[in-house]
């Protein structure tokens, strides 16, 4: 090995011979090898890299068999090559024969799909076929389930509708209802196309379930109102619901509202008695019966009673009612009221009627006029005019306290003119003025505190004080007719002086002061006509040409010459005003003087100045 290695080393020259240049390899070899640069030959370095793996001792043994190792180290790797590509041919062998038996068994299977494929043409063909009549009967079911689901009702619903008449009405009633409601409306659709047949047929079906059920629900409906007795009732929300529903047929609607009103009308009478006799629960409030003896609260509590009643059944009206929207319903409430407090009418007119005719005196029929017709203006606030029966014996009651009052007036006034009074020495009012005005004065007062509107008590004012105070007018005139002319001016004065101060206390008696102030014409008085002025005139005249002839002779007795002056000056002062308002009185009009200017021939400036 190491003889063939060194046979291919290339021939050195021999020393002392000259080497021709050029021609030597080995020089050639070393200067290529001298002229080499590692740095820039990979494969060089590589080479290089993978000999010092193996290549440990340099040494002369060891570089003569670096040949021999490298050729023995690249056989190693060439049969570790073999070995390795020898498994892998075999793997590509072994996998060749699988897809050698895939390609058999696909080959065997195309064979047999197309062989089945020829027999079975038909079932397919017949399978489509198939499968499009199932997708056009799926839809069909479909259209068929939406069409019984919009026309048709369930068997729930049904069973609601046509239930029995001991089951209860529930909301459920009224959802199932509606939706008949909605099917009867929704099925004209139909017969404006070629259903018309299914439309109609669905439209009886729906009109005879809904007039079940229309019945049904008045049954159910006309129970529920029988048993609304007590005295306080509650309208539950399903009673509310089917008022609604009931709005839809008219005579349903007002059946069940008579219904209502019959059951109300026995439970406000009742009430009323017990409230009367047996009063609240534990006694409290107290029978009204026993404040009989007082006339006045006697009625203000039975028509207070009834006020409130009356209010409270409007409440439960409007509460029931409160979902209907048609028209008229205020009118039925009004009307369902009237109805309801007609039956406490009688026993609230008997009773009111034995206290008036009773005549427990006039202030007190007075009083209970004023509530009577306060209670009369408030109720019909309530309930409108409809509640006629009511309304009409409470003015009937408020009408016969009315006549009784004023008969009672009448009849103290007919007594005046029947036994007149002389006037007393002091010419004061007289004992049966003084009592008359304190009954004027009581009457007035209640009035003035009276909650009646004021239009009507002003009109019952003047009334009240024309049948007073005329009589009492002529009672003085008469028992005044036998006095002297000065007395009798003087207890007119003081008689019609106490009228004005007691009518001055109260409203509307502006007019009625103004008669008293004047009784008539100034003319027409005693000693005021035309004759007695001219007479009075020509003294007055006296005076005025010698004003000093009338001074008392006790003021030339007076120190003081100042004090003289001012008492003559203001004597001079009251002549001049008296003198005035006599001239205004004269020239009046209203009091009827003819030619006031031939009586008063002189004006007040004139007077004034011939005394100053």
């Known amino acids: ?123 397919i063909v017949k399978t489509t076929k198939l499968q499009a009549e199932n997708q056009r009967l799926e839809m069909k079911a479909q259209v068929a389930d939406a069409f019984i689901a919009k026309f048709q009702l369930t068997p729930d619903e049904m069973n609601l509708l046509r239930g029995t008449k001991d089951e209860p009405i529930t909301e459920d009633f009224f959802k199932a209802l509606g939706r008949v409601k909605q099917i009867h409306d929704d099925v004209k659709i139909l017969l404006r196309t070629n259903q018309q047949r299914a439309g109609l047929e669905i439209m009886e079906q729906m009109a005879l379930l809904q007039e079940t059920s229309y019945e049904r629900l008045y049954r159910w409906t006309q129970n529920e109102c029988r048993t609304l007795t007590q005295e306080s009732c509650d309208i539950s929300p399903v009673l509310t619901q089917a008022m609604e529903a009931l709005k839809d047929r008219p005579v349903l609607y007002k059946y069940t509202l008579d219904e209502f009103g019959t059951a109300r009308r026995s439970a406000v009478v009742r009430g009323f008695i017990d409230a009367l006799t047996r009063g609240g629960l534990g006694g409290t409030p107290r029978p009204i019966e026993m404040h ?15 006020h409130q009643a009356t209010a409270s059944e409007k409440e439960h ?169 000065a007395d009798m001016a003087t207890f007119m004065v003081n008689s019609l002086y106490m009228m004005r101060t007691t009518l001055a206390l109260f409203e509307f008696t502006d007019k009625r002061l103004e008669m008293l102030q004047f009784q008539g014409p100034l003319s027409s008085l005693p000693n005021m006509d035309s004759v007695s002025l001219k007479v009075a005139m020509a003294q007055f005249d006296r005076y005025l040409s010698a004003p000093d002839s009338l001074l008392m002779a006790q003021l030339n007795f007076l120190l003081s010459a100042t004090v003289k002056e001012q008492i003559i000056k203001q004597s001079t002062e009251l002549v001049c005003r008296a003198y005035s308002e006599l001239y205004a009185a004269v020239m009046d009009p209203s009091n009827e003087y003819k030619d006031p200017e031939t009586i008063l021939h002189r004006s007040p400036h004139q007077v004034q100045a011939l005394l100053s």
């Open 1 to 123: 090995m190491a003889d063939t290695a060194a046979s291919q080393l290339p021939a050195v020259p021999s020393p002392g011979l000259p080497a021709a240049p050029g021609s030597n390899p080995l020089s050639r070899k070393l200067n290529k090898i001298l002229e080499t640069r590692l740095d820039n030959d990979k494969e060089m370095l590589e080479a290089l890299k993978a000999l010092s793996t193996f290549f440990v001792e340099n040494s002369l043994r060891t570089r003569r068999n670096l040949r021999g190792d490298i050729e023995r180290r690249s056989l190693a790797i060439n049969e570790e090559f073999v070995h390795i590509f020898k498994q892998v041919k075999e793997e590509l062998e072994s996998i060749n024969e699988d897809v050698q038996a895939m390609s058999s068994c696909c080959e065997d299977m195309s064979s047999r799909l197309k062989a089945a494929k020829e027999q079975t043409q038909d079932l």
């Open 317 to 485: 009206l409007e509460a029931m009612l409160k979902l209907v929207t048609i028209e008229g319903v205020e009118e039925n409430i009004q009307e369902v009221v009237g109805h309801i407090t007609e039956g406490v009418c009688r026993p609230l007119k008997v009773r009111i009627e034995q206290v008036i005719v009773a005549e427990p005196g006039a202030v007190l029929l007075y009083k209970i006029s004023n509530l009577l017709k306060f209670y009369h203006h408030t109720i019909s606030g309530i309930v409108g005019n409809s509640a006629a029966t009511l309304l009409t014996t409470v003015e009937e009651m408020h009408l016969l306290s009315k006549k009784i009052f004023f008969n009672s007036l009448s009849l103290h006034a007919s007594k005046l003119m029947d036994k007149v009074e002389l006037p007393p020495p002091d010419l004061g009012p007289s004992s049966a003025l003084n009592q008359t005005l304190n009954l004027l004065r009581e009457v007035l007062a209640s009035h003035d505190s009276s909650v009646v509107p004021l239009d009507a008590r002003q009109a019952d004012f003047v009334q009240v004080l024309s049948c007073v105070l005329d009589p009492l007018l002529q009672m003085c005139t008469m028992s005044a007719s036998n006095l002297g002319t």
């Open 292 to 306: 009989s003896h007082d006339p006045l609260r006697y009625i203000g509590d039975m028509l207070a009673w009834l």
